[in-house]
């Protein structure tokens, strides 16, 4: 994991929540939903988005995909910022939240139906990291609406810093799938294997958004009060002590 690699300053996790809408382009049912300038810009990005991963899997061999994709994996979150920033701009919230279930439910159609071609442990790999960016979106909702108090606000932003470093980290690697399915782009074993292995970020990302809960709620243990020791308590110790005395003499 190349940690090395940092999300620019400001780049948080309200900058995070316009991506998961698009997971995959909208397909033509979801588009509706979209105004024809909002879907046009999307299709704009998209293009400028599949240039960038294309590049990258096209690689035949682990270490010559590893330096392609480490060197654009900074240009790819700040495109990954600007498709957030736009998107909340042009599309209305409760549409965001729509366009979103749908992504993952499209997506996971999409590799079910056709993830077979990368190999039965990489198309599961690729369902599991769709099904937990669903979790992790419900969690990253709940963390936008619970503002932390200022004695924290330092804990929450390297808490979140790690958070949107692993969630980008995955959706590039999940990108890579993505785009070789839907432009019919095969991706050499030796690389299959280094992007499921990037998907595994998915865990970490999901660790991090707990813990950015866990912080908004902590879990309070109870308080046990120790029972009352009274005359009669003792009378009871005592007796069996002397029981025991008893026994090891015979």
């Known amino acids: 994991m190349h940690e090395a690699l940092a999300v620019p300053q400001g780049f948080c996790l309200t900058s995070l929540g316009g991506q998961f809408a698009f997971l995959r ?42 330096a392609a994709r480490d060197g654009v994996f900074p240009k790819y979150v700040h495109m990954m910022r600007a498709i957030s920033d736009l998107a909340r701009v042009v599309i209305p919230p409760q549409v965001m939240e729509r366009l979103a279930n749908e992504s993952f439910s499209e997506l996971e159609a ?19 990291t769709v099904w937990t960016f669903r979790k992790i979106n419900d969690l990253v909702a709940h ?12 804990q929450d932003e390297e808490i979140l810093a790690k958070f949107v470093f ?8 999940l990108d890579c799938l993505t785009i070789s399915m839907h432009c019919h782009k095969p991706i050499y074993p030796d690389v299959r294997n280094e992007v499921a292995d990037g998907l595994r970020a998915a865990v970490d990302a999901y660790a991090w958004a707990k813990q950015g809960i866990e912080l908004r709620n902590p879990v309070v243990e109870p308080i046990i009060n120790s029972p009352e020791w009274d005359e009669e308590d003792q009378e009871l110790l005592e007796s069996s002590m002397s029981d025991l005395a008893r026994e090891s003499v015979q």
């Open 25 to 66: 382009l909208p397909s033509k049912r979801t588009a509706k939903r979209l105004s024809v300038m909002a879907d046009q810009l999307v299709r704009n990005i998209a293009d400028i988005h599949n240039q960038m991963i294309s590049g990258v899997i096209e690689k035949k061999t682990a270490a010559e995909f590893r």
């Open 110 to 128: 999409d590799f079910r139906t056709h993830g077979s071609a990368f190999g039965l442990v990489v198309r599961d790999q690729a369902i599991f």
């Open 143 to 154: 963390i936008a609406s619970q503002p932390v108090s200022d004695s924290l606000r330092h």
């Open 166 to 173: 692993y969630a980008l980290w995955t959706r590039f690697h």
